[in-house]
Structure formats: C-alpha cells, structure tokens
T-cell receptor, first 113, second 113 residues
Framework: DAKTTQPNSMESNEEEPVHLPCNHS???????IHWYRQLPSQGPEYVIH???SNVNNRMASLAIAEDRKSSTLILHRATLRDAAVYYC??????????????FGAGTRLTVKP | DADVTQTPRNRITKTGKRIMLECSQT?????MYWYRQDPGLGLRLIYY???????NKGEISDGYSVSRQAQAKFSLSLESAIPNQTALYFC????????????FGEGSRLTVL
C-alpha cells in the first residue's frame, strides 16, 4: 500500500469544524482512501472512504483533491467525543489477494471545550 | 456483545513463557488479522488470514505464530515471549470483497517482564 503523510497532532475547539489533512502523493489509480479513528482505550473504527469524488456520511465528510494526491477529513462540528487518533490509509483493491492495510502513526486530535 | 472479542484483555507474563492471545468473531467474516500497536508507531500488521486454510505474514511476523482454528477464531501465539513484545494487540476482521472495511476488537494488553 502507498504511503500517507499526516500531521502528528491538531487541536480544535468544541463545536467548530475540523479539517484533518492527508498527503498521498504516490497514490495509484486503484487506491481507495480510507479513514479510521481510534478513541482512547479502544480499537480503531472505520470513519469513511472514497476513491475520486467527495463523500459524506453521518460521521464526517471526505474531500479528495482533483489530482488525488491529498485528501481532507472534515468533522463539521467537533465534540469532545471526537478526540482521537485519526488514520489515513490507502487501500489498493485491485490487489485482491493483498489485504495488507498498514496504519501509520496518524493525527492525534485534541478537542478543547 | 462485541462482534470481535479478544481474550485475555490484559496479561502480564515473564520472559520465555509461551503466550496465546485469542480472537473470536460473530460477524461471519472470512478475513481475520492480528495487529500490534506501540506508542507513537500506529498499528503494524503481524499476520492475516483469508480463510481457514490461508495464513499470511504481515510486516512484523518474526517471533509470532498464528492458528486459524475455524472461520470465527484466530489465535496469536508468542512461543517464547521477550520484553520488546510488550504492546497492545488488536484482532480485526473484514469480509471478502467490498471495500475492505476492518472491524477491530478492543485489544489485548500484553506485558512481558
């Protein structure tokens, strides 16, 4: 899987939007962009994924650059419960027998009341 | 009840002892994984299995072995534990095909003295 680069940490105020960036300059045409988050003392949980178009779900939005070399996870109104480590991962689904999803260190999001 | 259950949740052992971490799932997924998490290093893949007869090494398999006893069960063994295997271990599952979304257990904290 291609490598991603994320800031080590970010801070946000409660009820304000948060934009978490991810760079993936070596992304291939068949790489999906996945985001997971890990709340304190829990296993990671799926947040959202996309290929080319922007995506929205109940948890967040994913904005993908036109050249796909970067993406941004958007939390529209951060709450204290959103404090977590957020992971951006690329997943090449054309490699059907390679199911190796590798997590980097992610971005630790702190939400201030 | 959790869909992906890990036992034990916490274990302290001594160098040289054999340790087994167990994972069971009720999601009906074919694919199961073991990850290791160290502070500041994100998650690293140890082993993964696509079905009962399939076992694959991840990026850090040395010192570990696995057994896929059934579709729902995937165990991780440390034949002779050493202190640098002290870490948080996560089991995960995913279904064949689709987008490869991973579902994680709550983790097993292992301390090797």
């Amino acid at each position: 899987d291609a490598k991603t680069t994320q800031p080590n940490s970010m801070e946000s105020n409660e009820e304000e939007p948060v934009h978490l960036p991810c760079n993936h300059s070596t992304i291939s045409g068949t790489d999906y962009i996945h985001w997971y988050r890990q709340l304190p003392s829990q296993g990671p949980e799926y947040v959202i994924h996309g290929l080319t178009s922007n995506v929205n779900n109940r948890m967040a939005s994913l904005a993908i650059a036109e050249d796909r070399k970067s993406s941004t996870l958007i939390l529209h109104r951060a709450t204290l419960r959103d404090a977590a480590v957020y992971y951006c991962i690329l997943r090449d689904l054309s490699q059907y027998n390679n199911n190796d999803m590798r997590f980097g260190a992610g971005t630790r999001l702190t939400v201030k009341p | 009840d959790a869909d992906v259950t890990q036992t034990p949740r916490n274990r302290i052992t001594k160098t040289g002892k054999r340790i087994m971490l167990e994972c069971s799932q009720t999601k009906g997924h074919d694919r199961m994984y073991w990850y290791r998490q160290d502070p500041g290093l994100g998650l690293r893949l140890i082993y993964y299995s696509f079905d009962v007869k399939d076992i694959n090494k991840g990026e850090i398999s040395d010192g570990y072995s696995v057994s896929r006893q059934a579709q729902a069960k995937f165990s991780l063994s440390l034949e002779s534990a050493i202190p640098n295997q002290t870490a948080l271990y996560f089991c995960a599952t995913s279904k064949q095909g689709g987008t490869g979304e991973l579902f994680f257990g709550e983790g097993s904290r292992l301390t090797v003295l």
